[in-house]
């Protein structure tokens, strides 16, 4: 007898199992295989009884669908597979364990599905899929672990060095074996992830390797174990490797060179720091912490500062490595919160203008645009000399002070000082172009600080995640949306809309109709989507399922992969919308939503 619709079952079936049994009661693929299963039950009576049993399932309700679905599994398995073998031949022998255990977590199918092809396929956005998949917390799982490995190969560089640094160590000791399996110390740039990956994980243990690769391993790899000596004793082969020819072995000896805490590594950095030229070969041994080299590095950079100002821009030679000499000092003392550094930074805020003026032409503000970036994270007197100033500035430099003012959390102050630059860049008698891009800078400076507003294709709905995002925004004075909506600035409405402010809700859905009915295809358009479902726009679940058309009707399938996402979030009350769409929708469509509209069942 022919099992091709009794194949279908098992697959429904398995499907409906994944998803959770609460969702199978009335379900239109199952209600599709009745017929054929009755046809063939004419000469097979039992295709009759697995139509019995399928017809159970979809006239079940949610207490008793887990029933009738698991005798619904155990009937067509049985008939599929009557017979089998299990079990090996052979003596039982123990196996070695190293580290603690690791057993399977309880991650969604979906989501283990989702991170092991983003680890081990190639493409745009597998990034930021593995980055937030992060906060649904699927790792350590031994069932992702052959993935992760893998990655550590691939192409994409960012990818395997996310997965080294962040996702394979929740594993801890038991995966050196495997890792020290492939290892090899000639290889390239898996191998070298591997070498750091060991010594995260077991640092004892990677000490032989290390000093193994330091004698005849590939570049790459020998790299890796340079940035790890963290021994005194290890200086003099550091300062000898830090006058290699290639410069990522420079810098991987000044790296481990600037966390030692060495006399004999400071004096180097010292003696280095005060060579003539510029200092781009010894910039990573420029971070150190060591007080000696520390001090030497802010007199250093005064000494560069007087030098620039003393050079001819005429000189061309001379000019370019003073200008490049200040630059590198001054992208040194990035993160420095001391007093020291302070007071540099405060006497050079007041000669940015003849800074600036020396730079000339070779410059363009380069290295005042750095004094500000330094003083926007040193300290709170650093960054209110900073925002006091803020009408003197251009727009890249307004940005960095409105990022200072947003770390001194006085969310009034801040409307307060930087609301006047989005009245002034939408005002319509407004034509320099010097206005809008400021009001571009302030509005951009609001978007990243709250975050999670772009590439909404790749983020991974999770409570934790959606309350950040919402208490940074309602740490804004609410006197910025009125603004925004004031003005039509959709990029500060969509941040900022909030569940109680009927004006933005009214702008949002214009804004999103307007786009739904474009022309060409809008990137943004899941930005708007977005923002409907975090403000709770009241009509959230009609507006999503009119994008879901839209995009059925456009043939723009890629969008389902965010939409879907945000189908989760709706209120439970959309379920009989949800479930009649999917009825419509063509099977290869609407298995794109089937999961999320099964989650939304299940949520509490």
Same mark, same amino acid.
């Given at each position: 007898m022919?099992i091709a619709v009794?194949?279908?079952?098992y697959?429904?079936?398995r499907r409906?199992s994944?998803a959770g049994?609460?969702?199978a ?6 209600k599709?295989?009745i017929?054929?299963l009755?046809k063939s039950g004419?000469?097979?009576p039992?295709f ?7 017809s ?5 309700n949610?207490?008793?669908s ?7 599994s155990?009937?067509?398995n049985?008939?599929l597979?009557t ?6 031949e ?7 364990q ?10 969604p199918?979906?989501?283990l599905k989702?991170v092991?092809t983003a680890l081990?396929t ?5 990034l930021?899929?593995?980055q ?7 790792f350590?799982d031994?069932r992702?672990?052959?993935?992760a ?7 994409y560089?960012?990818?395997g060095?996310?997965v080294?640094k962040?996702?394979?160590p929740q594993y801890?000791?038991?995966i050196?074996?495997?890792v ?9 740039a898996?191998?070298a ?5 060991l ?6 243990g990677?000490e032989?390797?290390?000093?193994e690769?330091l004698?005849d391993?590939s570049s790459e790899?020998?790299i890796?174990?340079i940035?790890?000596l963290?021994?005194?004793?290890s200086v003099?082969?550091?300062i /000898?490797?830090?006058?290699a020819?290639?410069?990522k072995v420079?810098? +991987?000896?000044f790296s @481990? %060179?600037?966390e030692? $805490?060495s006399?004999e590594g400071?004096k180097?950095?010292?003696e280095r ?5 510029h200092?781009r070969?010894i ?8 007080p000696k080299?520390?001090?030497v590095?802010?007199d250093?950079?005064?000494?560069a500062w007087?030098t620039?100002?003393d050079t ?6 001379a000019?370019?490595a003073?200008h490049?000499?200040?630059?590198t000092l001054l992208?040194?003392l990035?993160?420095?919160s001391d007093?020291e550094?302070?007071?540099?930074l ?6 940015r ?7 000339g ?5 380069t290295c ?10 040193c ?9 006091? /100033?803020?009408?003197?500035y251009?727009?890249?430099e307004?940005?960095? +002070?409105a990022?200072? @003012? %947003?770390?001194?959390? $006085?969310?009034?102050?801040?409307y307060?000082?930087?609301h006047?630059?989005?009245e ?13 891009s400021?009001?571009e800078?302030?509005t951009?400076?609001i ?5 999670s507003v ?5 983020e991974i709905?999770?409570q934790?995640?959606e ?8 740490q804004f004075?609410?006197?910025?949306l009125?603004l ?9 409405v969509?941040?900022?809309a909030?569940p109680d402010?009927?004006?933005a809700h009214?702008a949002?859905e214009?804004?999103?109709q307007k786009?739904?009915?474009a022309?060409?295809v809008?990137?943004?358009?899941m930005?708007?989507?977005?923002a ?8 959230s679940?009609?507006?999503i399922?009119e994008?879901i058309?839209n995009?059925?009707k ?12 945000l189908?989760?979030?709706l209120d439970?009350s959309a379920?009989?919308?949800l479930?009649?769409l999917?009825?419509?929708l063509?099977d ?6 089937v999961?999320a509209v099964a ?5 509490r």
């Amino acid at each position: 007898m022919s099992i091709a619709v009794l194949a279908q079952v098992y697959d429904e079936v398995r499907r409906l199992s994944i998803a959770g049994s609460s969702v199978a009661p009335g379900d239109f693929r199952l209600k599709k295989l009745i017929a054929p299963l009755e046809k063939s039950g004419e000469k097979a009576p039992v295709f009759k009884k697995v139509a019995e049993s399928v017809s159970k399932v979809i006239e079940s309700n949610e207490t008793t669908s887990a029933e009738a679905l698991l005798d619904l599994s155990t009937l067509v398995n049985a008939i599929l597979y009557t017979q089998g073998e299990v079990g090996a031949e052979g003596d039982l022998e123990p196996v070695e364990q190293i580290g603690e255990g690791i057993l399977p977590k309880r991650t969604p199918a979906s989501l283990l599905k989702s991170v092991a092809t983003a680890l081990t396929t190639a493409g745009s956005g597998r990034l930021e899929l593995v980055q937030e998949s992060l906060a649904q917390d699927p790792f350590p799982d031994p069932r992702l672990l052959g993935p992760a490995i893998d990655a550590l190969d691939g192409s994409y560089y960012e990818v395997g060095d996310l997965v080294e640094k962040a996702v394979l160590p929740q594993y801890g000791k038991s995966i050196v074996p495997i890792v020290l399996e492939k290892f090899d110390r000639k290889g390239g740039a898996g191998d070298a992830r591997r070498l750091s990956l060991l010594h995260r994980v077991d640092p004892e243990g990677a000490e032989s390797i290390i000093h193994e690769v330091l004698e005849d391993g590939s570049s790459e790899v020998k790299i890796v174990a340079i940035s790890k000596l963290r021994d005194p004793k290890s200086v003099p082969f550091l300062i /000898e490797q830090s006058k290699a020819k290639a410069s990522k072995v420079r810098d +991987a000896a000044f790296s @481990a %060179l600037a966390e030692i $805490d060495s006399d004999e590594g400071a004096k180097y950095l010292i003696e280095r720091m005060k060579e003539k030229g510029h200092l781009r070969s010894i910039r990573e041994g420029l971070k150190s912490r060591h007080p000696k080299a520390v001090k030497v590095l802010l007199d250093e950079t005064r000494a560069a500062w007087q030098t620039l100002l003393d050079t001819k821009e005429t000189d061309k030679k001379a000019h370019e490595a003073a200008h490049t000499r200040l630059v590198t000092l001054l992208s040194a003392l990035e993160h420095r919160s001391d007093k020291e550094t302070e007071k540099l930074l405060l006497e050079l805020f007041p000669q940015r203008a003849a800074i600036t003026k020396a730079e000339g032409k070779h410059g363009a503000k380069t290295c005042s645009d750095c004094i500000l970036a330094r003083m926007s994270e040193c300290s709170d007197k650093t960054r209110e000399l900073l925002i006091a /100033e803020h009408e003197t500035y251009e727009d890249y430099e307004l940005a960095i +002070a409105a990022r200072a @003012a %947003l770390q001194q959390d $006085d969310p009034a102050k801040f409307y307060d000082v930087f609301h006047v630059y989005i009245e002034s860049g939408k005002n319509a008698k407004t034509k320099k172009r010097s206005a809008q891009s400021k009001a571009e800078a302030i509005t951009q400076a609001i978007c990243n600080e709250i975050g999670s507003v772009y590439h909404y294709w790749y983020e991974i709905i999770n409570q934790e995640r959606e309350q950040e995002v919402v208490r940074k925004r309602d740490q804004f004075d609410p006197r910025w949306l009125d603004l925004a909506v004031k003005h039509n600035n959709m990029e500060l409405v969509y941040a900022l809309a909030r569940p109680d402010h009927k004006p933005a809700h009214k702008a949002l859905e214009a804004e999103l109709q307007k786009r739904l009915k474009a022309k060409r295809v809008d990137y943004h358009l899941m930005d708007f989507v977005q923002a409907v479902v975090r403000a709770k726009h009241p009509d959230s679940a009609d507006l999503i399922i009119e994008t879901i058309r839209n995009a059925s009707k456009r043939g723009t399938g890629y969008y389902a992969y965010a939409l879907a996402r945000l189908i989760p979030a709706l209120d439970k009350s959309a379920l009989p919308k949800l479930e009649a769409l999917l009825s419509e929708l063509p099977d290869n469509e609407a298995d794109r939503y089937v999961l999320a509209v099964a989650e939304l069942k299940n949520r509490r």
